[in-house]
Structure formats: C-alpha cells, structure tokens
Antibody
Framework: EAQLVESGGGLVQPGGSLRVSCAAT????????MSWVRQAPGKGLEWVSGISGTGGRTYYADSVRGRFTISRDNSKNTLDLQMSSLRGDDTAIYFC??????????????WGRGTLVIVSS | DIVMTQSPDSLAVSLGERATINCKSG????????????IAWYQQKPGQPPKLLISWASTRESGVPERFSGSGSGTDFTLTISSLQAEDVAVYYC?????????FGGGTKVEIK
C-alpha cells in the first residue's frame, strides 16, 4: 500500500530554521513529482513547493521563495523541506503530497497525514 | 498566480438532496493543445488529509462514489453531490494545475441541514 509519512515538525522561534521530511513507501518514488502543501490552523490549503521526479526542477510559492528549499533523495525515497527565516504565518500542518505526474506539477493522488510546525517565541 | 474563488463558503443540505459547489479561476485553465481543463477537486474531512475526488475537471477517481461529479470549462467549474450522504460532510477544495504555481480555492464547507 502506498504511503507517505511526514516527520520533523515542532516548535521553532521566529527567524529560526527547521527541516521536515517525508518517507515514501509502496510506489516508485522517482517516477513522480512531489510537493509540500500546508494548512494554517482552521484555514484552507496552500501549495508551498514542488519538485520533479528526477529532482531536476523545483518550484516555489512566492510566499516561501528564497526561504524554503525542497529536495529529494530517490535512493532513500525521501522528500525534504528545509525552512529558514521562519515567521508566524508559516505556522501550519505541512502535508507531503504525491503528484500524478513526473515531469511537472499537476494534482495530488496521495497525501501524508502531515506534521505540525509552530513558529512562536 | 491564478486566483481560485469558491462559492459559497458553506452550505447546509438535507440528506438525499443535491449540493452544488462553484469554483471560478482568474484566467482560463483550458489548455488548447490538449483541450483539457486543469482542475482538480478534493474532499477534506476533519482531522484528515485531503482526498482527491476529481481530476481534469470531470474525471472521477477510482473508488469515488458516482454521486460526485465535476463539470465546467474555461474559468467556471462545479462540483455536484447528487444525493448528499452523512459521510459527505467535509470541506471541498478546487485546485488549478494549469500553472506550475499551483493554487487552491478557499474551500466550501458542506454540512447537513
């Protein structure tokens, strides 16, 4: 059964850094693009960043470009999001999501349960 | 970025009745070379991640009940639940993938009247 499991969330001070990860099992990880989608408490979904199946192309929302870095290790079937210069409005559940496509970003047919990141002093 | 606007924000429908959710994109998401609309719909129940219901504006995912249908083209799209069941209580989101800067609608909360 295909599955995504996020880890690494927690409490971090404003201006700090945090790395969240996603472990993928049950499908050919390198064959699909992956993304991070976040959801602030009680709010809607916001796409954050995506990466192609090979890792050769990365994409970012304007709200995180220059602060967040997405990466993947296809030998370990893992997806990471390195977050820096964190702000209060980055507080959210961060979901790892599998794309239906390899070369670019489309829609998500598998989601993890998410990891909570809280930015607060 | 392509702005996705959903309406209404919430709606209450009696069991067995029809629920209709609208989604409007800030520009056309119909790709002329493929003649496909780059729209997906998701269902999110409390405490759960989103679940993909429909892709390409009207293609139902495997296992999704037939009471869920998607329609529309260009900039205006609709998700219809033909006969609301108790298990359909959730928030529904549209998403465009015409642009690689993906965007979601604000969500529509569906409740039982």
């Amino acid at each position: 059964e295909a599955q995504l499991v996020e880890s690494g969330g927690g409490l971090v001070q404003p201006g700090g850094s945090l790395r969240v990860s996603c472990a993928a099992t049950g499908f050919s990880f390198s064959g699909y693009a992956m993304s991070w989608v976040r959801q602030a408490p009680g709010k809607g979904l916001e796409w954050v960043s995506g990466i192609s199946g090979t890792g050769g192309r990365t994409y970012y929302a304007d709200s995180v470009r220059g602060r967040f870095t997405i990466s993947r290790d296809n030998s370990k079937n893992t997806l990471d999001l390195q977050m820096s210069s964190l702000r209060g409005d980055d507080t959210a559940i961060y979901f790892c999501a599998k794309d239906q496509y390899s070369g670019g970003l489309r829609y998500f047919d598998l989601w993890g349960r998410g990891t909570l990141v809280i930015v607060s002093s | 970025d392509i702005v996705m606007t959903q309406s209404p924000d919430s709606l209450a429908v009696s069991l067995g009745e029809r629920a209709t959710i609208n989604c409007k994109s800030g520009q056309s998401v119909l790709y002329s070379s493929t003649n496909k609309n780059y729209i997906a719909w998701y269902q999110q129940k409390p405490g759960q991640p989103p679940k993909l219901l429909i892709s390409w504006a009207s293609t139902r995912e495997s296992g999704v009940p037939e009471r869920f249908s998607g329609s529309g083209s260009g900039t205006d799209f609709t998700l219809t639940i033909s006969s609301l069941q108790a298990e359909d209580v959730a928030v529904y989101y549209c998403q465009q993938y015409y642009s690689n800067s993906l965007t979601f609608g604000g969500g529509t909360k569906v409740e039982i009247k």
